[in-house]
Nanobody, 121 residues
Framework: QVQLVESGGGLVQAGGSLRLSCAAS????????MGWYRQDPGKQRELVAAITGDVGRNYGDSVKGRFTISRDNAKNTVYLQMNSLKPEDTAVYYCAADVRTWGLVTYLRYWGPGTQVTVSS
């Protein structure tokens, strides 16, 4: 089994910064995709940023130029550096990872429980 645990959420003023972390643990053979999604109540979950392998990154249009995703493969951890935060960035942020567990050949997507980010104006 695989577990994802996010950390780093909290309350910050507009213009401030936060850094989210997500560590994967368990029976991990390899991880391909790692990403961050967010969801506001009543809205669909949207992709914030994703990294595939070591260099393939993509970002949601609303965060381009402000957020940066990175990963540490040795620690099975993905980070999201969020700068110039806006009130509209307020949401629950979820970590996702496509993991191949030992003994399997396919990748399955796992999700973290989410961490709240609140940006005050």
């Amino acid at each position: 089994q695989v577990q994802l645990v996010e950390s780093g959420g909290g309350l910050v003023q507009a213009g401030g910064s936060l850094r989210l972390s997500c560590a994967a643990s368990g029976s991990i053979g390899s991880i391909n995709f790692m990403g961050w999604y967010r969801q506001d109540p009543g809205k669909q979950r949207e992709l914030v940023a994703a990294i595939t392998g070591d260099v393939g990154r993509n970002y949601g249009d609303s965060v381009k130029g402000r957020f940066t995703i990175s990963r540490d493969n040795a620690k099975n951890t993905v980070y999201l550096q969020m700068n110039s935060l806006k009130p509209e960035d307020t949401a629950v942020y979820y970590c996702a990872a496509d993991v191949r567990t030992w003994g399997l050949v396919t990748y399955l997507r796992y999700w973290g429980p989410g961490t709240q980010v609140t940006v005050s104006s």
